[in-house]
């Protein structure tokens, strides 16, 4: 295989192992103040900027289709519930309920894009499912079911939906994708956390935020979306 080849491959492990670290800016953020989904708004916020200016620096013509604007959309709803998982949840359940993505979006290419099912399709999903079984111990039950979960179950939803549309879709900018991402993720993630009366801390310092958001969402998120 070619290193053209197994470049994209090696972007997608790289993405799938700081979605999986994605616990420890929220985490950062909340120590300053910024909990709930507003840690996750901070970052997509936070991160459009940087996308905004790649976009501006280097113009190229992008050809976004309804399709793949749908799907940006719903990767960054996607990325808000899966911080507002991460912020009400254990780590380990949120991640491995986000991770059941791939499942769905097998589901969703199969029944809405005419992608045959095959062997390893089933193991997939077989996986996926003996995943959640091990986590919650064999015993599934919405006794101790958290807000947090199904955020968690949400989220990988909105992600294989968002996926599946994209590459179906024409092919389109990857800037201009992200930054779509980003600011509908930011836009949901407000309007979310301002409807579920989750507030900012006020004794956090301000300029500390600011900079906090601006950090993860420039070092962490931007470059996190446009690898996926």
Excluded: H
């Excluded at 179950?153 to 879709?169: E, K, P, R, Y």
């Amino acid at each position: 295989m070619t290193r053209s080849a197994l470049f994209p491959i090696w972007l997608a492990l790289g993405a799938a192992l700081m979605w999986g670290l994605w616990w420890l800016p929220i985490r950062a953020l909340e120590e300053i103040g910024l909990s709930g989904m507003w840690s996750g708004t901070a970052m997509a916020a936070g991160a459009a900027p940087l996308l905004l200016a790649s976009l501006m620096i280097r113009p190229k013509p992008a050809q976004l289709s309804p399709g793949a604007v749908s799907g940006a959309v719903f990767t960054g709803c996607a990325i808000m519930m899966y911080s507002a998982a991460i912020a009400d949840t254990t780590v380990l359940r949120a991640v491995l309920l986000f991770y059941l993505a791939p499942a769905w979006a097998i589901a969703i290419e199969c029944l809405f894009f005419g992608r045959r099912f095959r062997l390893i399709n089933a193991a997939a999903i077989a996986l996926a499912l003996l995943g959640v079984i091990f986590i919650f111990g064999g015993e599934i039950s919405f006794a101790d079911w958290r807000f947090g979960d199904t955020m968690a179950l949400c989220s990988g939803l909105a992600w294989a939906c968002g996926a599946a549309l994209v590459f179906n879709s024409p092919k389109a900018g990857v800037r201009a994708l992200s930054l779509i991402a980003c600011g509908a993720g930011a836009v949901m993630g407000a309007l979310s956390a301002s409807l579920f009366g989750m507030t900012i801390d006020g004794a956090g310092d301000t300029l500390q935020m600011s900079i906090g958001a601006l950090g993860y969402g420039g070092l962490y998120v931007a470059p996190i979306i446009l690898a996926t």
